[in-house]
């Protein structure tokens, strides 16, 4: 087996061990593994996780693990930390997704990331971006409980807090700003000053091993500075997109039981988009 597939499937032990599941439970974390060890391709099977509603939370942030090994230069002495983090962080993620009522809708979803037999397609979360009824109470609640001034140097212990406290600070005031930027009202300076505090966020991110949450703060930089410079307009679809790349922010951060699927799937289009202006 190789080193990332052991990393990813220790991981999810580990998260599995601080739990107190049922044996159906049990059986549920078995079949996952199972899926991951057979793997051929541990980054295709972590997308086709991604596309399946009741997993792509999960694959969100088993994800951002894989980015972490594949993509950064390991170092041995700090592995043993950076695990302890990982594994940690799975713990919400994997309880949010055992505590699915039926049961029955899980192992199918498995099946499906199989291939095994075809699931039925679970009916979709619908939360129209104009509207932004539920997006708009996912921002509101990480407002009430998020605080905190900015990137702090803490002790391992406190890390976890700290590490959402520096991310979701930022995200109200970006929200406002998104608001006032559709109408036109916000300054050249003031964009600039948001942006370089959402690259940091994003490069803190990075450094920590969660390269997704580091994406949506890079695509809001870019996005930013694209508008400053003139070569993007702050329409109302770009607005919903950087809004977008909130809620997936947040959702990813706080481990909200929020269907981001299509969120993510609207940033990552979004960046596509803004790679092609800015080439």
Same mark, same amino acid.
């Given at each position: 087996m190789d080193l990332i597939k052991q990393y990813i499937i220790q991981s999810?032990?580990?998260a599995s061990n601080n739990l107190r599941l049922t044996t159906h439970q049990l059986e549920?974390?078995?079949?996952?593994k199972e899926s991951l060890i057979s793997s051929d391709d541990m980054e295709s099977t972590i997308n086709k996780m991604k596309k399946i509603t009741e997993l792509s939370t999960l694959a969100i942030r088993l994800n951002d693990i894989?980015?972490?090994?594949s993509t950064n230069r390991i170092d041995f002495f700090k592995l043993s930390n950076q695990f302890k983090s990982h594994s940690q962080y799975l713990i919400t993620d994997l309880n949010r997704l055992l505590k699915i009522d039926n049961? %029955?809708?899980?192992?199918?979803?498995?099946n499906k990331l199989n291939g095994k037999e075809e699931a039925a397609e679970p009916k979709e979360i619908k939360v129209q971006l104009s509207v932004k009824a539920n997006s708009n109470q996912l921002i509101r609640d990480n407002h009430s409980k998020s605080g905190g001034n900015g990137? %702090?140097?803490v002790d391992s212990n406190d890390f976890f807090k700290n590490y959402e406290e520096v991310i979701l600070t930022l995200i109200k005031p970006m929200d406002t700003m998104l608001s006032r930027l559709e109408k036109n009202e916000v300054?050249?300076?003031d964009l600039s000053r948001m942006a370089e505090l959402m690259k940091m966020n994003g490069e803190y991110s990075d450094t920590n091993g969660f390269e997704i949450i580091g994406s949506m703060h890079r695509i809001m930089f870019s996005a930013m500075m694209m508008i400053n410079s003139g070569e993007l307009k702050p329409t109302k679809n770009v607005i919903e997109s950087m809004r977008a790349c909130l809620i997936v922010i947040?959702?990813?951060?706080?481990g909200k039981d929020f269907d981001?699927?299509?969120?993510?799937?609207k940033a990552e289009d979004f960046e596509k988009e803004i790679n092609v202006l800015s080439n």
């Open positions: 999810i032990t580990a549920t974390v078995g079949l996952l894989y980015r972490y090994l049961s %029955t809708s899980i192992k199918l979803a498995i990137a %702090t140097e300054s050249f300076d947040v959702a990813v951060v706080r981001v699927t299509n969120y993510l799937n």
